[in-house]
């Protein structure tokens, strides 16, 4: 049996990473591993509020690097 996250579980693996540098970036990531109700899933300024500090902590380059802009 084959094991897969949730999409909560998911996008707070991605936003860790340092794959992603937006929450934008994350859905798009999700939506490509075959992830639906996406926006269902990441709703409310809490989680987003969270996923965009992982992603801005974890993304290559680390705090030194320019943040872009939330698209979420």
Same mark, same amino acid.
């Given at each position: 049996?084959?094991?897969?996250?949730?999409?909560?579980?998911?996008?707070?693996?991605?936003?860790?990473?340092?794959?992603?540098?937006?929450? *934008?970036?994350?859905? +798009?990531?999700? +939506?490509?591993?075959?992830?639906?109700?996406? +926006?269902?899933?990441?709703?409310?300024?809490?989680?987003?509020?969270?996923?965009?500090?992982?992603?801005?902590?974890?993304?290559?380059? *680390?705090?030194?690097?320019?943040?872009?802009?939330?698209?979420?």
């Amino acid at each position: 049996m084959t094991f897969r996250p949730t999409t909560l579980e998911r996008a707070y693996q991605l936003a860790e990473s340092g794959a992603c540098r937006t929450v *934008g970036e994350v859905k +798009q990531a999700l +939506q490509s591993e075959g992830y639906d109700r996406i +926006q269902d899933s990441l709703y409310g300024g809490t989680v987003t509020a969270a996923l965009r500090k992982l992603c801005q902590e974890n993304f290559a380059g *680390g705090p030194d690097a320019p943040a872009a802009q939330e698209d979420a």
